[in-house]
Structures are given as structure tokens and as C-alpha cells.
């Protein structure tokens, strides 16, 4: 049996730390908590730590065939350490101070981060559902984590509910593939699936399939989970769900479609991304329009941003698989800061969900008001920030695959978007304040926001570091 632990080292590290994590907590009181958030974080830390002691520079598959570490896997798992560090570090102070400090949040975010790392070198069907389940499982229970809140159980049990079926759906996709390959490996079923004898049982395998991916990712017309929890769930959980598991959602289309059912791009996928795709981009846009609650509006935008992620896969090349990676990187910094901000402007029994509560932010603080503008501007995709140039290369992946029409409407779609961002910051700059009370996020925040904000700007000046690192580890 080839069994080579050193590539699951991060996995291993993870799961051992998890342990510890959960064994600690135990004994701790309900005013010790912050021992939990201090121990979640040095998890990450040490898992980053092994993960870049046994990086590698070619693929390496053991498992017999199941599991994969490779250059991408690498980056892939170190940026979800960061963006789940970020959301941990927003969320840390709004949970003390609305009584919600438990060790379940931290413990349930690290559970989600080893579902992705699962999922992330998934090299097999069953490797690959198994990570997906084990960070749904995490994500279901994190939106009914408030248990005094029947907003949040409404939400949890929809999501739950939805979030079987299509679990279900992507399930029977993957044995009807099994039944017609006759192999769980991904490399076989790509090798396989291209004659034409698995034509019919293939494409309706692939249905199944698609709907599965499409509801991970909160694609139209498999979206109608996403508002609702983005509202009912607690801010920091919303930080989580809106961020980190979007790097997993490019993981499985990566791994399952472009690797695995790479041979029915022309002939398959493509088309039905594309009816995804176009779906995403209007609905998301035209919606969040009327969008007064600002999670609302988030994750209707959410919605629309998985349009422009899906525009690289579609194009089906080296290129349009790069910016895919490279707008979903963009996308995760934008959401985390922009969820940051809804934390930042909360306090004790109010939360900052709605455009108003923004009225007036430069009265009260300059410096954040000019972090909300470069957050909704680089969202907007306005230069020169880095959502302009992820919405950039991937507009360009479309356009070199001949699919003017589908670049001209992302661009029509964006242009349509930016209102609804432009909006919060006429708000912000032009609107009377409604609240006056001063902002007292504790330093660390101020700090980390601040820079997650400027990373923005930086990225979007000097994107080609960036997208340089995504087209040489996806080709490696």
C-alpha cells in the first residue's frame, strides 16, 4: 500500500491540534475563552509551518492514487490558513462582546479549514466528497451557532435542508461517473471519459455533478440558500461562510471538472457554466440593486462575483484556470475585509447590517471611511484596484477563447454592479450620520483591516507577482 504521511503532514498536523484544541476548551471557563482564539491561532500558524516544511515542487500521489500534494495544493491551503486567520482575528472581539466567546467557533472554523485542506489535494471522487462533507457539516452548524437567535436556526435548518439535497445530487452524479468508468481516480476518469461510448451516461453524471458545484458555489438558480444565511447568521460566522470556503469551491471545480472531466469541457461543461454564468452575473447584479441590508447586498454580489469565477473555467485553458484562481484569491480578501468592516462599526446589541448605519462614516472616522471606499471600489472593480484586474484577466480568458459576447456582457453586468458599491460610499461621504457613537474595535483589528484594505490597492498596483504564482503552480 503506498502510504506517504509526509504529504498529508499539514492534514495530520491539523487534526492533532484539533485535538488539543477541543480537549483544552473543555476545562476552560466561559471567561477563558480567549485561550481557545489563542490556541486556534497558533494551530494555523503550525500548520502553515509544516505545510511550508513539506512543500514540494512536482505532484506527489499517495494513498493508493486518493490524495495528491502538489505546488497548488500548496498555495491553496496557505492562503485559506491566512483568510481563516483573518476571520478569526475580526471575529474575536464581536463574540466577547455579544456574549457569543465559545470555543465551538474556533474549534468549528478549524474543522471547515481541514475540509478544505481535504479537499483541496483530493485526488480521488471519495477523497474529494469527504472533504466537502466534512466542511459542510462544519458550515451548517456555524450558522446555528447563536442559539438564542431563531433567525439563525431559520437559516441553519434552509441551508441544511438545501444543502442535502444538492449533497445528494452531487453524490449521484459521482456513482453514476463510477458506474460509468468504473474508477474513483481522477486521473482515470479523465483518461476514460473522452471516448464517445460514455457519451449520454456521462453528460447526465455531469448534470448531477454540476448541480452540486453550482450550490457549493451559490450559482443561480442554486443560490437561494445564500442570501438567507449571509443575513440569519452571526456577522463573524457570515465573515467565515463568505470567505474561506470560496477557495474550496475553486478547488472542486479545479480538481473535479478541469482535471477529472477535463475531456468534456467542449462537448459538456462548458455550456452549462455558461448558463450559470450569465445567470450569476444578472441576477446577483440586478438584485443587490434593491438590497438594504448590507449582508443582503453582499451576497447577492457574492453571487455575481461566482459569475466572473466561472467565466476562467469556461475559456478551458492555462490562462482562464490562472485568473479563475486569481479572482477567487482577490474575491477572499475583498469579502473578509468587507464583512470586517460590517464587525468594526458593531458594538454591543447593534449590529451595523444596514446602508444607513454607514451615513456619515467620514464624520465619525476619516481613515475608515477611506478603507470601506477602497473595499466597495476594488469590489466595483474600479482601477487601480485589484478587483479591476481580476475582473481583467478574466474578461481576457473569454475573450481569447472567442466568446466575445460573454466578456461584453460581464462588462455590461459590471458597469451595473458598481452602483450598488458606489452607493455605500455615497452614503459614507454624502449622507447625514445617524450614529454618532465612536468606533471601538480593539487595536489588532484596526491594524489588520487597515492593512487588509491596502492590500487591496497594493495587489491591484502590482498584480503580476500574484498572477504569475497562480499560472505557475496551476502548471506545474
Same mark, same amino acid.
Given at each position: @500500500? ?14 492533532? +491540534? ?19 482564539? #489563542? ?8 500548520? +502553515? ?11 506527489? =500521489? ?34 466577547? $462582546? $455579544? ?17 478544505? /485542506? ?38 441553519? /435548518? ?70 438567507? =444565511?449571509?443575513?440569519? +447568521? ?16 475553486? %478547488? ?32 446577483? $447584479?440586478? #438584485?443587490?440593486?434593491?438590497?438594504? *441590508? ?19 473555467? &469556461?475559456?478551458? *485553458? ?15 480578501? /475583498? ?5 470586517? @468592516? ?31 471606499? @477602497? ?6 472593480? =474600479? ?17 481569447? %477563447?472567442?466568446? #466575445? ?10 458597469? &451595473? ?10 452614503? @459614507? ?48
Amino acid at each position: @500500500m503506498d502510504l506517504n504521511y509526509a504529504a498529508a503532514a499539514p492534514e495530520i498536523f491539523l487534526s492533532l +491540534a484539533i485535538c488539543v484544541v477541543l480537549l483544552v476548551d473543555v476545562f476552560l471557563r466561559d471567561d477563558q475563552r480567549e485561550t481557545t482564539y #489563542v490556541l486556534a491561532m497558533v494551530a494555523l500558524i503550525g500548520t +502553515a509551518g509544516v505545510t511550508a516544511y513539506f512543500a514540494v515542487t512536482e505532484p506527489v =500521489v499517495t494513498f493508493n492514487g486518493s490524495y495528491v500534494t502538489d505546488p497548488a495544493s500548496g498555495v491553496l491551503k496557505m492562503f485559506a490558513y491566512v483568510a481563516l486567520g483573518i476571520t478569526f482575528l475580526y471575529s474575536r472581539e464581536y463574540l466577547e $462582546n $455579544n456574549g457569543l466567546l465559545k470555543g465551538e467557533f474556533f474549534i468549528l472554523g478549524l474543522f471547515g479549514l481541514l475540509g478544505i /485542506m481535504i479537499m483541496i489535494s483530493a485526488r480521488s471522487l471519495l477523497t474529494l466528497y469527504l472533504g466537502l462533507e466534512v466542511l459542510a457539516l462544519s458550515q451548517y452548524t456555524l450558522v446555528a451557532f447563536n442559539r438564542d437567535s431563531a433567525t439563525s436556526a431559520e437559516s441553519a /435548518m434552509k441551508y441544511f435542508v438545501l444543502g442535502a439535497i444538492a449533497s445528494g445530487a452531487l453524490l449521484y452524479g459521482i456513482s453514476l461517473l463510477y458506474g460509468v468508468t468504473g474508477t474513483l481516480q481522477l486521473d482515470e476518469i479523465a483518461a476514460q471519459i473522452g471516448s464517445e461510448e460514455f457519451g449520454i451516461p456521462a453528460l447526465l453524471a455531469l448534470a448531477f455533478i454540476i448541480v452540486g458545484i453550482a450550490f457549493k458555489f451559490g450559482a443561480v438558480p442554486f443560490h437561494m440558500w445564500l442570501p438567507d =444565511v449571509y443575513h440569519g +447568521a452571526p456577522t463573524p460566522v457570515t465573515l467565515f461562510i463568505g470567505s474561506v470556503p470560496k477557495i474550496a469551491s475553486f %478547488a472542486l471545480v479545479w480538481r473535479l471538472l478541469a482535471e477529472g472531466l477535463g475531456p468534456l469541457h467542449d462537448g459538456g461543461w462548458r455550456d452549462m457554466l455558461i448558463v450559470l454564468c450569465v445567470l450569476s452575473l444578472g441576477i446577483g $447584479n440586478v #438584485v443587490a440593486i434593491a438590497q438594504t *441590508n448590507l449582508k443582503r447586498m453582499l451576497a447577492y454580489s457574492t453571487i455575481s462575483h461566482v459569475g466572473f469565477i466561472f467565466m476562467g473555467f &469556461i475559456a478551458g *485553458n492555462e490562462q482562464g484556470l490562472s485568473a479563475a484562481l486569481f479572482y477567487t484569491f482577490a474575491y477572499v480578501l /475583498m469579502a473578509a475585509a468587507a464583512f470586517g @468592516m460590517i464587525i468594526l462599526l458593531s458594538r454591543r446589541g447593534f449590529e451595523a447590517e444596514r446602508l444607513e448605519d454607514f451615513k456619515g462614516l467620514n464624520a465619525r472616522s476619516p481613515w475608515f471611511a477611506l478603507v470601506m471606499l @477602497m473595499i466597495m471600489f476594488s469590489m466595483a472593480g =474600479v482601477p487601480p484596484f485589484i478587483g479591476f484586474h481580476a475582473k481583467l484577466v478574466v474578461l481576457g480568458a473569454v475573450l481569447d %477563447a472567442g466568446l #466575445v459576447w460573454l466578456a461584453a456582457l460581464g462588462v455590461l453586468f459590471a458597469v &451595473i454592479g458598481a452602483y450598488y458599491y458606489i452607493r455605500v460610499v455615497w452614503y @459614507m461621504y454624502f449622507a447625514e450620520a445617524t450614529d454618532t457613537a465612536p468606533l471601538s474595535a480593539a487595536a489588532d483589528m484596526r491594524i489588520v483591516i487597515s492593512a487588509n484594505a491596502l492590500g487591496l490597492l497594493v495587489l491591484g498596483v502590482f498584480p503580476g507577482q500574484l498572477l504569475d504564482l497562480c499560472a505557475r503552480v496551476l502548471g506545474a
